[in-house]
């Protein structure tokens, strides 16, 4: 059973940096899409950075160039590093596991099967 287990986050002014980590276990996949999600009160879930086993990464076009998603094989911990936070990146942020695929644009929550319990990052201005 794949468990993933997100820690990191908690609370920045505006323009300050945090990294998420995100440590995953009983992934055995060769082939898969590592996500990071995140969802605002009263705003849907939205998808913001992902990692293909390839190592191909996307994101969306409110974090490129602040945002940074990356994968340590070896420790199976998947990381965002976020620069110049901003009040409006405030949120739970969750990684999530789509195996046996590749990732596609934009992310779908629906089709990741595994996920975190979610970490809070809060941006004051």
């Known amino acids: 059973q794949v468990q993933l287990v997100e820690s990191g986050g908690g609370s920045v002014q505006s323009g300050g940096s945090l990294r998420l980590s995100c440590v995953a276990s009983g992934y055995t996949y060769s082939k898969y899409c590592m996500g990071w999600f995140r969802q605002a009160p009263g705003k849907e879930r939205e998808g913001v950075a992902s990692?293909?086993?390839?190592?191909?990464?996307s994101y969306v076009d409110s974090v490129k160039g602040r945002f940074t998603i990356s994968q340590d094989n070896a420790k199976n911990t998947l990381y965002l590093q976020m620069n110049s936070l901003k009040p409006e990146d405030t949120a739970m942020y969750y990684c999530?596991?789509?195996?046996?695929?590749?990732?596609?644009?934009?992310?779908?929550?629906?089709?990741?099967?595994?996920w975190g319990q979610g970490t809070q990052v809060t941006v004051s201005s």
């Open positions: 990692i293909d086993s390839d190592g191909s990464t």
């Open positions: 999530a596991a789509l195996t046996r695929d590749y990732c596609h644009w934009p992310l779908v929550s629906a089709n990741f099967a595994y």
